[in-house]
């Protein structure tokens, strides 16, 4: 395990317990460089959706237990906020909670000539995702393959 992949899990097991008394969902921890800054990122979520005030309550008692075990090496800015509707589906109820909905895919590489797929997705597994097209027809995609997956908005 990475020493990014250790600083995420380890401030998932910190957050779950402070989430589960406020009813919020976690949606995912990310420890990322960007530029020379390193940001520890929380992104949380509630049916109805996250207010500022649900990130300050979170990003309070988090800091607090982070401090207190003190194991990221690194300084670092933390970071609490909802997933936003750019989420990607990264989990398993992720995927579950988006079956039936539309989604936007972007693959590494080109297939029949394009890299961007929208579509209804039919199913998945720990190794692919099935979309529904517009022509109805369906494709099958494996995980690997995708550099990501998230649910399709129109503006």
């Known amino acids: 395990m990475s020493k990014r992949e250790h600083y995420e899990q380890r401030t998932e097991d910190?957050?779950?317990?402070?989430?589960?008394?406020?009813?919020?969902?976690?949606?995912?921890?990310?420890?990322?460089?960007?530029?020379?800054?390193?940001?520890?990122?929380?992104?949380?979520?509630?049916?109805?959706?996250i207010a500022i005030n649900d990130c300050e309550v979170v990003s309070r008692s988090l800091s607090d237990v982070l401090d207190e075990k003190d194991f990221i090496e690194d300084s670092y800015i933390l970071e609490?906020?909802?997933?936003?509707?750019?989420?990607?589906?990264?989990?398993?109820?992720?995927?579950?909670?988006?079956?039936?909905?539309?989604?936007?895919i972007r693959?590494?590489?080109m297939i029949d000539r394009q890299k961007d797929f929208t579509g209804t997705l039919e199913s998945y597994d720990k190794d692919s995702v099935t979309i529904r097209c517009e022509d109805e027809s369906s494709m099958t995609f494996d995980k690997k393959d995708i550099a990501?997956?998230?649910?399709?908005?129109?503006?």
């Open 14 to 49: 910190l957050l779950i317990p402070i989430l589960e008394t406020h009813g919020f969902e976690l949606v995912d921890v990310e420890y990322v460089k960007e530029g020379s800054t390193w940001y520890l990122r929380a992104y949380i979520d509630k049916p109805g959706g």
């Open 80 to 104: 609490v906020s909802s997933p936003g509707l750019g989420r990607p589906l990264k989990k398993e109820r992720d995927f579950e909670r988006s079956l039936g909905k539309e989604v936007d």
């Open 107 to 109: 693959t590494y590489r």
């Open 148 to 155: 990501l997956i998230r649910l399709a908005f129109d503006f």
